[in-house]
């Protein structure tokens, strides 16, 4: 077996396993050309680094000849919550941006766990990428153990915001593979990232790239972006006036 179809076949494995892949403008039945056309972010988990846990995905994407380009995101070890969530989509943005200018045609989005989050949610977002790869998905503030256990941590970010304290950092709480954690944001920052009806909500991001997906091209996912996206999406979310 050739190096070119095992990266295919691990690639294809990983998102079988552990997420989804969304690429309207990439037939599964064909086979890998050269990726020199290709551009790829790859997002990072949690608490993580650039290009952490990523498998060894990103240095075979690279042997094939794709750009890829690996940010530090506003939830790594170092920053920790010092962007809200649509800030972050924008330094992807910027990210994407740069991939282009080097060459790349076709952009791909890469994420593991709350990296995932927001390859989902940039997708969600931008109809133009052409796939994204969601790595064991996670932060979920709209469900489970996270939202019941940062509810108290959501109405106290709300109630700071309405003080007008919204940009004075606070020590919050935080969940990690169910492990319970604190983190230090601004309310403003905090509620962006775990307010179960703002723009992290997995469930409305996930359906919108799944709605996207079954439109047959660009410009029709374009023309019809209003009507196939959750209204959540279709504005930009903003919290509570201070």
């Known amino acids: 077996m050739n190096r070119r179809r095992a990266i295919s076949l691990t690639a294809a494995a990983a998102v079988i396993a552990f997420g989804f892949l969304f690429a309207p403008e ?5 086979p890998v050309a050269n990726l020199h056309d290709l551009g790829v972010v790859y997002l990072h988990g949690k608490a993580g680094w650039p290009g952490g846990l990523n498998g060894g995905i990103v240095s075979g994407l690279k042997d094939e000849g794709a750009l890829v380009v690996m940010p530090e995101m506003p939830w790594s070890f170092h920053r920790r919550y010092d962007a809200t969530y649509e800030q972050a989509l924008g330094e992807i943005d910027t990210a994407v941006a740069g991939l282009r200018a080097g060459g790349a045609r076709r952009i791909v989005i890469i994420g593991h766990s709350l990296g995932a989050n927001a390859a989902i949610g940039y997708a969600a977002r931008h109809p ?16 489970g153990n996270m939202r019941s256990f940062v509810s108290d941590g959501v109405a106290r970010a709300k109630e700071l915001i309405a003080e007008g304290k919204g940009d004075v950092a606070q020590s919050f709480p935080d969940m990690a593979q169910g492990i319970p954690l604190t ?58 006036a201070k």
């Open 128 to 143: 133009d990428v052409a796939g994204v790869v969601a790595i064991a998905p996670g932060h979920l503030p709209e469900v």
């Open 183 to 240: 983190t230090t944001a601004t309310p403003i920052v905090y509620l962006s990232w775990f307010d179960p009806d703002g723009p992290a909500v997995s469930i409305q991001l996930t359906a919108a790239v799944l709605n996207m997906r079954s439109m047959r091209s660009p410009r029709t996912r374009k023309a019809n972006m209003s009507k196939s996206l959750p209204a959540i999406l279709r504005h930009r979310w903003r919290p509570a």
């Open 26 to 30: 990439i037939s599964a039945a064909e």
